[in-house]
């Protein structure tokens, strides 16, 4: 097998209004991982989750993003953002060249709470699962004015995804950032 060169701005696409990727290599190409280029809208908000047979990399090319990647000393079902770990560990306001890894089981969530979209690459293995998801999401996302929430549960369940907090996504207005 031959190895894979993905230039700038190719790579099959996904677009919908809560998400934008860019498969860049895939289960078909071969990797032990599937890698992904992602805009995050502002507004979005991944919700905490955990995945029992898969782990996750995340590296911010560009923009801010709140990360969180730990067990808290207590879940909360409401929100994520201010969890703390037994550490002492809070979440995190990341920047351009910041990476999270993700070990299976591990409770994670990112956000874009700034006012301007965020870029990252986002590699998860085992492959395909998670580009399976992706594009049985864009579906749910494009396929009425409302979004299906039991649809979206169901694919959760069929692939791995353990949903702790609620997924949102508000688009934010130009220019309005919030800090946390």
Request: a negative charge; glycine letters at 10%; hydrophobic letters at 35%.
């Amino acid at each position: 097998m031959d190895g894979l060169i993905v230039p700038p701005g190719q790579g099959r696409r996904i677009v919908t209004r809560a998400q934008e990727m860019t498969f860049k290599v895939t289960g078909a190409d071969g990797g032990f991982a599937s890698v992904f280029e992602v805009v995050v809208p502002p507004g979005f908000d991944s919700g905490a989750h955990f995945h029992s047979h898969s782990q996750e990399f995340f590296y911010l090319l560009e923009g801010e993003l709140d990360l969180l990647s730990f067990e808290p000393k207590e879940r909360s079902s409401d929100g994520w953002h201010g969890w703390e770990a037994p550490d002492g560990r809070r979440v995190v306001r990341a920047g351009a060249g910041s990476a999270m890894f993700v070990p299976e089981h591990t409770p994670h969530a990112f956000a874009n709470r700034t006012g301007t979209p965020a870029r990252m690459l986002f590699q998860c293995a085992p492959p395909p699962d998670h580009e399976r998801y992706f594009e049985e999401l864009a579906d749910i996302f494009t396929s009425g004015a409302s979004v299906d929430s039991e649809a979206v549960q169901r694919l959760r369940v069929r692939y791995d995804v353990t949903q702790l907090t609620p997924l949102h996504f508000t688009p934010a207005r130009a220019g309005a950032g919030s800090a946390s």
